[in-house]
């Protein structure tokens, strides 16, 4: 059962990133080029990436045991990652 829950996080989270990858498709400017003209949203990316990290240790220190809620808020704050970089875009037009 816990092996099939973690194919579905793993499942969802591949989906996740493939669709926030589509989102931030490379137009010529680097990731860095938009986020350094915005330090605000620079810093929360920072710690949203930070938050990210730590979601995978908890899960490491838990044998991986948490319901899908954890792979859940790792798959949302790579989301919300990714609406960062756009937002950073879209003020820096």
């Not at 926030?20 to 929360?44: F, K, L, T």
Request: proline share 1%; aromatic share 8%.
């Amino acid at each position: 059962m816990k092996q099939r829950q973690w194919a579905f996080v793993a499942a969802t989270a591949l989906a996740l990133s493939l669709v926030s990858g589509c989102a931030v498709a490379d137009d010529g400017y680097g990731y860095g080029y938009y986020m350094s003209r915005h330090p605000n949203i620079e810093a929360a990316d920072f710690n949203a990436q930070q938050a990210i990290e730590r979601m995978r240790a908890a899960q490491r220190a838990n044998g991986y045991d948490m319901g899908g809620h954890a792979g859940r808020a790792i798959a949302l704050m790579q989301q919300a990652r990714a609406e960062m970089q756009v937002s950073a875009e879209m003020a820096t037009r």
